[in-house]
């Protein structure tokens, strides 16, 4: 008998290309990789928001705009209270990727959890001090709160929602770290044995910090983008003024993150991926064409809502879209990297067992959708047009 | 196409890299957050019924102050479910990948589209509760109740899915032959173990509600009082516990069964601590609250909460302890290794596969020894310590080296919970010589062993113990031996 030791069937030869990688595997893993870049790409609108949306709050709060009688910014207010709403849509989406990259790359991923270890598990904890550090900045003028004396006194305190801000902005920080290390080292299986006997280096190394930056930078058009849209629905009672005051410091944030995380990008998708730049392979070319051209349109479309201080809906419409390809090609470029760099290794992408249970997934997931879009449009129309968001 | 278990093995486990966690058993620190995980999740399943039934007292006239009650609980909700109850469900995934790499793998390849399934049930559960917490106090009625239907169903079908997945593991059914998923997801103990963690939800909902109710400000005592009493009818499905659980017993596989009525004294144990503490809440809830419409304080509430804790955490432990020796019956043994897999790996070693050295290497005097401990790390560490909680140094140390010897070979002769060894003859006598060398407190010099004669003598032993787990392996040697 032979020991299934490792899965190697699926494995295509080293110094692949994509169109040969993809060519190799079988229907079903191409099947899961397509569903695993696009659940990654859901996870990644709600993360990215999240990201952004920490990021601008901690700034606020150290602005002092958290504070008793301070003047009136609709925006940080409005995504001060729609964060911990984001984190949680982005747990929850997150864990559709974390399925199907069990199914695709078992080995790698789970060795990678291993290997990192308590660096791994600890981003757990960090997720959940986050999140209520999100609360404690979202805590004013909550009636729960307020009714609690020295505690809401204490929680409406201007530098205790700055260090909250911080705090979650750093851990959350700290998470997509976490994500980014456990990654990068389920890329090099021939780094494992190493790394298991000498364990993990006090600080990730640099291109770890590269990908956060890229990340973090990346995150930014999404999250104007999507803030622009809640301003537009009229979130927080948002008028035309808070409109046009908000125009120019969101386009500074997206133009901002569309640079950086091009050129960041452009360093980290044309390294070698086991044996070949993903930038001269076909697929990889055509996912930073899009991933460039996004930014592009996005960036234009901040551009002019900047010069007209005025969040237009067809502008804003296009900054949304723009960024939902970048998102889209960001994460075809993410597992091009990978399929690349493990094809040929015993951690390469294989197939999975059974396929049981399909059937009544699409069945709920259209009673799901249904119940969601009915909740929306439940809620819709119940309220006024200005507290919809 | 359904899965054929026969060509489900998994990966071995020396495909893993293995973390010590000593003196932590790995079952510990998965259990600790399993506990965890389990009682905010049905806090939360329950406390969607919860809500819904006093939102139909608010909205029948029959209960007035129902509206500020849901409010209060419905921000417990969102604090400690949402977000630790959520977040320690992803720990539990996490952990689970640490711990056994190849019984997740197997769980995520068999169900994952249940998974996908409960996915959307999550999505459902998120969107009504945050809708209802964000915009509950601006919706019409027939919107609220609407909204706490679909959370409490979005809810219970998280329950339903993962209760699937996890009662498969005990009894894995007709999945066995079939490799059907719904042969394995509808397994004998499905329907008793979702009632029985059903009510378990409706119990923890009222535990969880009184507290909270005693926490928040607002109420006079006669208020309190009569929200009390509302919420005791939460309590009445616990006079089910007893057949529900005496109908989980008798779904189980045999030897489980034996082993919580007293054929293992520590999931006896936790039975009776089980059933005590269930006992307690549910005879308060019933009698004192509900019949007798007795006040409960915070004090009191908590205190039942704690010995609730103590239920849920013993009930776990016993669900994971009956299924020894297997994480999946039948299917993998709590080591990872199949049952086809142990007959190879007694021919060419489990060492052979395992590309992970020592990290400490200069700690160990021969090689050996340092065999013992890679042999040790691959199979044992799984359940075991060497100095720790269910220390190998304990449990073996005092014990004879042939009697070491006897033991490991017909590990499975030695107690049921035990799989069959799965290594070589020589992997064999290297644990049992590192176990002896740690037992002697890890002395400079250690002498080898490797006399042919002696490995003869394993490989005999293990010849007899046969590859089968108990009570086949004892079956198949007495067949044996009549011939």
Known sequence: MMLPAVDTETAAPATSTLPEVLEALPTNTVVYLALLIATYALHAVFMNYTFGGMLWTAVAALRGRYSEGAPRDTLATVVRDWLPSAVSAAVTAGIAPLLFVQIVY??????????????????????????????????????????????????????????????????????????????LLSLAPETWRDRYVEGSPA???????????????????????????????????????????ASRPLALLALTGAIGSLVLGTIVWSADHGGTRLLDDSIGRLAFGSLAGALAVGGAAWITMALHRRLSAIMVALAVSASLVAILAHAVLREGARLLALAGTPAAAREPSGLGGLAVFLVFLVISAGAIAWIVRAVARALPTTHRA | MPLDPASAAPLLPTAYPVQDYDPLMKGMVIGGIGILHVFLASFAIGGGFLLWWFEWLGQTGREPLARRFIDSVFRALIFVSFIVGALTGVGMWLTAIQISSPTIGLMVDVFHWVWATEWLFFWLEVVAGYAFFRYGDRLDGRTRLRLL??????????????????????????????????????????????????????????????????????????????????????FLPMLAMPFLGAWYLAAMPEDSRDWILGGSMVINMFFNIAVGASALIGGYGVIALWRQRNFMNGATATLLAALAVGATGAGEFIREGVRKPYTVRETLFS??????????????????????PLRDPEAYPTDQLREGRLV?????????????????????????????????????????YMPPFAGSAGELESLVQYIAWEHAKRPKEWRESRDPEVIEEIERMLEEATTLPSPAAQKAAAGEESR
């Open chain 2, 149 to 234: 239907t679909i959370y409490s169903i979005a809810g219970f079908g998280s329950l339903f899915w993962i209760n699937g997945i996890l009662s498969w593991q005990l009894t894995p059914g007709e999945w066995v032959e079939t490799g059907s998923v719904w042969a394995g997801f509808f397994n004998p103990t499905f329907w008793p173990s979702l009632l029985f963690r059903t009510v378990v939800c409706f119990t923890l909902a009222a535990l969880g509600g009184t507290i909270v109710l005693n926490l928040v400000g607002g109420f006079t005592r006669e208020e309190r009082e009569r929200l009390l009493h509302r919420i005791s009818p939460f």
């Open chain 2, 376 to 416: 040790y790390r691959n199979l044992c560490s799984i359940c075991h310590t060497v100095h720790g909680a269910m220390a190998l140094n304990a449990l073996m140390g005092e014990w004879s080296i042939e009697q070491k010897r006897l033991m490991v070979a017909k590990l499975q002769w030695t107690g049921g």
């Open chain 2, 335 to 356: 080591t990872a290794v199949t049952p086809a897999q142990v007959a190879t790996l007694r021919e060419t070693g489990i060492l052979a596969t395992d590309p992970y």
């Open chain 1, 106 to 183: 078992q080995r790698s991923f789970y060795t990678a959890n291993i290997l990192l270890f308590n660096r791994w598990m600890a981003l757990l904890p960090a997720l959940i001090v986050a999140v209520y550090a999100m609360y404690v900045v979202k805590a004013h003028g909550s009636a729960g709160v307020r009714d609690h004396g020295r505690a809401a006194k204490f929680l409406a305190r201007g530098d205790v929602k700055s260090a909250a801000a911080v705090l979650a902005a750093l851990l959350i920080g700290y998470v997509g770290l976490a994500f980014i290390e456990n990654h």
């Open chain 1, 203 to 245: 600080l990730p190394a640099a291109p770890a910090w590269i990908r956060l930056a890229m990340w973090a930078l990346g995150a930014l058009p999404t999250f104007a983008a999507l803030a622009a849209w809640q301003l537009r629905r009229g979130a927080g009672g948002a008028n035309d003024e808070d409109r046009a005051r």
